[in-house]
């Protein structure tokens, strides 16, 4: 069964700083991965999506690394901004039965101090 | 921007009484799915929709649960009788294809059961 671990739990940085948030996946059998930020009490917006071919997709500040094999995934964020507070969540799409479904970690928790 | 859109954003309800949440997924999309997150816990999947039926459900999805697209836009979360467990904040989101494509989220409807 397909386990996602997030580290660390919640993260205070001030602003500016280059940040790295990790995901651990127990199996390596998946699809893809995605990257999603949660703000309190709201809906998860996609940031980015990794094949399992890929090794790393950009967008804007965010860089998202994919190492299948070690079944890690690293989202970097670069100069920080309190608007990047919020939880930010990885979940990944196993391989065979149950591919429909997104497998959730239990998410980072980012606060960015002015 | 296209979006997923979730009706209402919060529900009240008494145990044993029936719920339904209702959803626009994003128009071109042919997948459709229920998650939930409990206060404080992982989002967990309850099930993927397509072509008029259910493709896949986790154990969480049993009886009490059922899905339905009544017509060419909703997508529909009904709970029989709901329990004071069953409240949870819970997300539609939908996808242009399964394995390799991109899930998008709604806002979620956070159901509180009393």
């Known amino acids: 069964k397909q386990e996602v671990t997030q580290i660390p739990a919640a993260l205070s940085v001030p602003e500016g700083e280059n940040l790295v948030l990790n995901c651990s996946f127990t199996d390596s059998a998946i699809y893809n991965l995605q990257w999603f930020r949660q703000d309190p009490g709201k809906g998860l917006t996609s940031l980015l999506l990794?094949?399992?071919?890929?090794r790393e997709q950009t967008s804007g500040r965010l860089n998202a690394s994919l190492d299948k094999s070690s079944g890690r995934s690293t989202l970097y964020i670069a100069a920080s901004q309190p608007g990047d507070s919020a939880t930010y969540l990885c979940a990944v799409r196993p391989r065979g039965t149950g591919f429909q479904k997104l497998v959730f970690g239990t998410g980072t928790r980012l606060l960015v101090s002015p | 921007e296209p979006e997923v859109t979730q009706t209402p954003s919060h529900q009240v309800t008494q145990m044993g009484q029936e719920v339904i949440l209702r959803c626009v997924p994003i128009s071109n999309h042919l997948y459709f799915y229920w998650y939930r997150q409990i206060l404080g816990q992982k989002v967990e999947f309850l099930v993927s929709f397509y072509n008029n039926e259910i493709s896949e459900k986790s154990e969480i999805f049993d009886d009490q649960f059922s899905v339905e697209r009544p017509d060419g836009s909703n997508f529909t979360l009904k709970i029989r009788s709901t329990k004071l467990e069953d409240s949870a904040m819970y997300f539609c989101?939908?996808?242009?294809?399964?394995?390799?494509?991109?899930?998008?989220f709604g806002q979620g409807t956070r159901l509180t059961v009393v």
């Open positions: 989101a939908s996808s242009s294809g399964t394995t390799g494509t991109e899930a998008f």
């Open positions: 990794i094949q399992s071919s890929q």
